[in-house]
T-cell receptor, first 114, second 116 residues
Framework: GAGVSQTPSNKVTEKGKYVELRCDPI?????LYWYRQSLGQGPEFLIY????????DSGLPNDRFFAVRPEGSVSTLKIQRTERGDSAVYLC????????????FGDGTRLSIL | GNSVTQMEGPVTLSEEAFLTINCTYT??????LFWYVQYPGEGLQLLLK?????DKGSNKGFEATYRKETTSFHLEKGSVQVSDSAVYFC???????????????FGQGTRLTINP
């Protein structure tokens, strides 16, 4: 079956621009996570959705970052006024949300801010 | 807060060598522990997990035992193959996963290269 799909796979943009990153989770998975992975580091948690609501957004670095999941399936991570330090691989993961189920990761979006 | 510290890489071994990648953690409560693997050109995949003290996770010849007394979850494999070359991440979740979904805290990753 289909895994977690992230688009685009690569995004290059100029400092100050607005970007949107999309995540399509595994069908039926109610939990959705966004992580950010800088070069040579492990993924760092950004935000977690259970259904349509953000259950934990404690990892968002500042108010330039925002994420939505309006219908409880696809999620969009939005970054305003991008800075060079935002360059990283943004990972999305989903899980069934209940019980001892692992998170399934997408291949990520590599974001480069020039 | 919760944190994970991994053995620094890169690690280079010959085929059939014994592998250990060290992982220690700091956490409140009773975390679940995981090893994820990222093969070249692929996304993160769960390799194995353990949900309580003294549990042993195993998969593809890899093993790791949840040691609460030493706050460790070292990854081991008795005889590595070239196909094991990848980046390995140790991670914890901040509550027992039977309580539902929650965020993972990752170590910095260890790059493993196996030479034929």
């Amino acid at each position: 079956g289909a895994g977690v799909s992230q688009t685009p796979s690569n995004k290059v943009t100029e400092k100050g621009k607005y970007v949107e990153l999309r995540c399509d989770p595994i069908s039926g998975h109610t939990a959705l996570y966004w992580y950010r992975q800088s070069l040579g580091q492990g993924p760092e948690f950004l935000i977690y959705f259970q259904g349509t609501g953000a259950a934990d957004d404690s990892g968002l670095p500042n108010d330039r970052f925002f994420a939505v999941r309006p219908e409880g399936s696809v999620s969009t991570l939005k970054i305003q006024r991008t800075e060079r330090g935002d360059s990283a691989v943004y990972l999305c993961a989903s899980s069934p949300g209940t019980g001892a189920q692992p998170q399934h990761f997408g291949d990520g979006t590599r974001l480069s801010i020039l | 807060g919760n944190s994970v510290t991994q053995m620094e890489g890169p690690v280079t071994l010959s085929e059939e060598a014994f592998l250990t990648i060290n992982c220690t953690y700091t956490a409140t409560g009773y975390p679940s522990l995981f090893w994820y693997v990222q093969y070249p050109g692929e996304g993160l995949q769960l390799l194995l997990k353990a949900t309580k003290a003294d549990d042993k996770g195993s998969n593809k010849g890899f093993e790791a035992t949840y040691r609460k007394e030493t706050t460790s979850f070292h990854l081991e494999k008795g005889s590595v193959q070239v196909s094991d070359s990848a980046v390995y991440f140790c991670a914890l979740s901040d509550r027992a996963i039977i309580q539902g979904a929650q965020k993972l805290v990752f170590g910095q990753g260890t790059r493993l290269t196996i030479n034929p």
